[in-house]
């Protein structure tokens, strides 16, 4: 609704909307439309320019400007980054929102600015396999392995047959901590350096 209030124009929009007065110079005239704008903000008297917002049944003056807390510009168009200086802490990754930041952390640590360390023993008990004791750690953890197993998570037999001594053309056979010699026929004895069965070696 337009009211002509003693050469004053007063605009009633629908909430919220704002209206925008475009004048034609060669007709010297205005037009002025209601329009949806300024959605994250509202509009508040003091600023530069023709497009403003409205509340029900509130008219709205010439030096509005487009006011929202996150949000720039003459309507409020930009979304401010919330995110330099942000206190996002251990290598996490700062995610920018309206007016706030998130904190996206590494997978070793948890927390709304990243500041716990995930204890992986506890949340994870098989993080370590085979019997293998887990030690947390700031930032990580550690398996202590038994005697066989190897590897970051203890997931690998140790090839003793790696360092064995079999003799006598004996096979060496792994084990998880030991290893066997599987003997040539005619042959006995743990590593396979004895005299052959019945008889001397010749």
């Known amino acids: ?3 002509n209030l003693i050469n004053a124009l007063l605009l009633f929009c629908p909430f919220d909307e704002h209206f925008t007065l475009e004048k034609e110079r060669e007709r010297e005239r205005e037009t002025i439309l209601c329009k949806t704008w300024c959605h994250e903000g509202r509009f508040v008297d003091g600023g530069e320019g023709t497009s403003f917002s409205t509340s029900p049944n509130l008219p709205q003056h010439d030096t509005s400007v487009c ?7 003459k309507n409020c168009e930009e979304n401010i980054d919330d995110c330099p200086g942000n206190l996002c802490l251990n290598g996490a990754t700062c995610v920018d929102d309206v007016n706030r930041y ?5 997978p ?10 995930v204890d992986e023993c506890a949340h994870r008990p098989s993080v370590c396999q085979n019997g293998a004791t887990c030690t947390n750690s700031i930032g990580g953890y550690s ?3 038994v005697n066989g197993w190897t590897g970051p998570d203890c997931s690998v037999n140790i090839d ?5 001594a079999c003799f006598n053309g004996a096979t060496c056979i792994d084990r998880v901590g030991s290893f066997y010699c599987r003997c040539t026929p005619g042959k006995t004895g743990m590593n396979i350096n004895t005299l052959p069965v019945g008889g001397m070696d010749k």
């Open 102 to 106: 998130s904190c996206v952390c590494p």
């Open 67 to 73: 006011v929202s807390a996150g949000f720039r510009g």
């Open 1 to 3: 609704m337009i009211v």
């Open 160 to 164: 003793d047959c790696a360092g064995a």
């Open 143 to 145: 398996c202590i392995c």
């Open 108 to 117: 070793t640590y948890t927390g709304e600015l990243c500041e716990q360390d």
